[in-house]
């Protein structure tokens, strides 16, 4: 067996591998019209049984003499079930709704929790077979090694286990077969029943349905390209890397010479998911320190140099053996325009240092948020600080990344009418890190920490640590 293997992207993808195809969602032909036609059965039988299933233990308990069961939390559940019948595309949109429980009635998002399990795996033999068709050798000449029983399976993928010949431990993901075409048509059937479920429910258009479909589109259709997620996760690999000071974070480096069009070859990562919290008591690994660096990182990443890790939940975050913390899945990616970097920038030292939103008023009349004509900067920058300071001066452990992101975001979009996609998927990944430092690390405080802004604020950020007294890890 030989380690000289040169697949298609051996060199990188060709600039034409990373264009993202985004298929209309207006397209509407016979395969949509038939799909719907399931879509409507399976979600409107599993409604009927939910709702069904709900009058039956009602009467039960009133025969009892006990409270009658949760209808909604009942027909939320029979929702989700469809979803898991309908497939990727649904389990998909039930993950969304999962991650955004402030945009959904709360027993739909506590239901679709069960949305971010594993997929049912597709058979190895085909992963195989779509192994040697994308890479042009069969597996067997390929890897030393190779599992058949998947490490995981998404709703896009699943991720196998190998053995590289030269002996580095690997994992590869595989594009699920015929993929593209099944989602693309379940989202031009979402789209449409959105638009007309808007016209004649008004929880649809609180929810904003038709819009979440457009970014579940959008979202989409950049996973389903897997030389973007690959040049994606190496360009925010070196930006991790470009200051030298976060060894203690980790990203696996891509093998190239194994990658394909629908297949991704990575170095393999052993490590506990971030809110697995039993398994890291057992390792003896704590939390606060490896989640402190890694969204120093992801701050820098995002800030400095472009692209961010956009998907950030927990089991896309390890913590790994030697305590190091790791990011995982890259087929959701961030990138903010140069203004909008500014902006946060802007609006993160005068979080941290200053309190000047003067700062922040010209940040968002240079971003086009504000109209010329209101306001002068001065009195825009003393309504900022009448909105904000009760947020930031309380005591430290009241200060709440998540207040003040909400009020930030609802300011913009006040203002501007919307918020950029990319600004928002930005805002969700400081949510997923205030919530994990709820659970890992209570004491702490993201908006108070200056350490995460070491490389951004070097001079600002060791003067502020000084001030509070605070030791800055390596």
């Known amino acids: 067996?030989?380690?000289?293997?040169?697949g298609p992207f051996a060199c990188g993808p060709p600039e034409r591998a990373l264009r993202v195809e985004r298929p209309s969602l207006r397209g509407f032909g016979p395969?949509?019209?038939?799909?719907?036609?399931?879509?409507?059965?399976?979600?409107?039988?599993?409604?009927?049984?939910?709702?069904?299933?709900?009058?039956?233990?009602?009467?039960?308990?009133?025969?009892?003499?006990?409270?009658?069961?949760?209808?909604?939390?009942?027909?939320?559940?029979?929702?989700?079930?469809?979803f898991a019948r309908l497939g990727p595309t649904f389990v998909k949109l039930g993950q969304?709704?999962?991650s955004s429980p402030g945009l959904f009635p709360d027993a739909l998002s506590t239901a679709a929790l069960r949305c971010l399990d594993d997929m049912p795996p597709f058979p190895s033999t085909r992963v195989r077979q779509l192994i040697a068709a994308d890479l042009g050798s069969p597996v067997h000449t390929?890897?030393?090694?190779?599992?058949?029983?998947?490490?995981?399976?998404?709703?896009i993928a699943q991720v196998h286990g190998c053995v590289l010949p030269d002996?580095?431990?690997?994992?590869?993901?595989?594009?699920?077969?015929?993929?593209?075409?099944?989602?693309?048509?379940?989202?031009?059937i979402m789209h449409r029943l959105a638009l007309v479920l808007r016209r004649h429910v008004e929880l649809v258009r609180l929810t904003s349905l038709v819009g979440i479909v457009e970014q579940l589109h959008h979202a989409t259709c950049q996973e389903l390209n897997f030389a973007l997620e690959a040049n994606n996760q190496e360009r925010f690999r070196a930006a991790v890397a470009s200051f030298g000071d976060n060894t203690g974070v980790a990203v696996p480096e891509i093998y190239w010479d194994y990658c394909g069009p629908g297949v991704i070859c990575m170095q393999r990562l052993y490590g506990t998911p971030l809110d697995n919290l039993e398994a890291l008591a057992a390792h003896g690994l704590a939390g606060e320190l490896p989640l402190r660096r890694g969204i120093k990182a992801w701050l820098e990443?995002?800030?400095?140099?472009?692209?961010?890790?956009?998907?950030?939940?927990?089991?896309?975050?390890?913590?790994?053996?030697?305590?190091?913390?790791a990011y995982l899945d890259f087929g959701i990616m961030g990138e903010l325009e140069p203004r909008w970097r500014e902006l946060l920038r802007d609006v993160l030292y005068t979080v941290m240092f200053d309190r000047d939103f003067e700062r922040v008023a010209r940040a968002l009349r240079r971003c086009g948020v504000l109209d010329p004509s209101v306001g002068t900067e001065a009195q825009l920058g003393w309504a900022l600080r009448t909105m904000f300071g009760p947020l930031l001066d309380a005591p430290l452990t009241g200060l709440s990344s998540r207040k003040i992101i909400a009020m930030?975001?609802?300011?913009?979009?006040?203002?501007?009418?919307?918020?950029?996609?990319?600004?928002?998927?930005?805002?969700?990944?400081?949510?997923?890190?205030?919530?994990?430092?709820?659970?890992?690390?209570?004491?702490?405080?993201?908006?108070?920490?200056?350490?995460?802004?070491?490389?951004?604020?070097?001079?600002e950020a060791t003067a502020k640590a000084a001030e509070l007294g605070i030791t800055m890890p390596d």
């Not at 009602?58 to 079930?81: F, K, M, S």
């Not at 002996?167 to 015929?178: L, M, Y």
Request: with cysteine.
């Open 1 to 6: 067996m030989s380690g000289s293997f040169v």
């Open 31 to 82: 395969a949509e019209l038939v799909r719907i036609v399931l879509v409507c059965l399976v979600l409107g039988a599993s409604l009927l049984a939910a709702g069904a299933g709900w009058g039956v233990r009602r009467a039960a308990n009133r025969l009892r003499g006990r409270p009658g069961p949760d209808r909604a939390a009942a027909l939320a559940e029979g929702a989700v079930r469809a």
């Open 96 to 98: 969304l709704i999962a």
């Open 142 to 155: 390929l890897f030393a090694s190779f599992e058949d029983t998947p490490l995981s399976a998404a709703s």
């Open 167 to 188: 002996g580095r431990d690997a994992v590869v993901k595989v594009r699920r077969p015929g993929i593209a075409t099944k989602m693309i048509t379940d989202l031009r």
């Open 301 to 325: 990443a995002a800030i400095l140099h472009g692209p961010f890790h956009g998907d950030a939940h927990a089991g896309n975050l390890w913590i790994l053996r030697d305590g190091r913390l």
């Open 408 to 459: 930030m975001l609802g300011t913009a979009r006040q203002f501007a009418g919307e918020n950029p996609p990319e600004l928002t998927l930005f805002a969700k990944q400081l949510l997923y890190f205030e919530r994990y430092s709820a659970a890992l690390a209570p004491e702490w405080v993201l908006a108070a920490d200056p350490f995460v802004l070491r490389n951004i604020f070097p001079t």
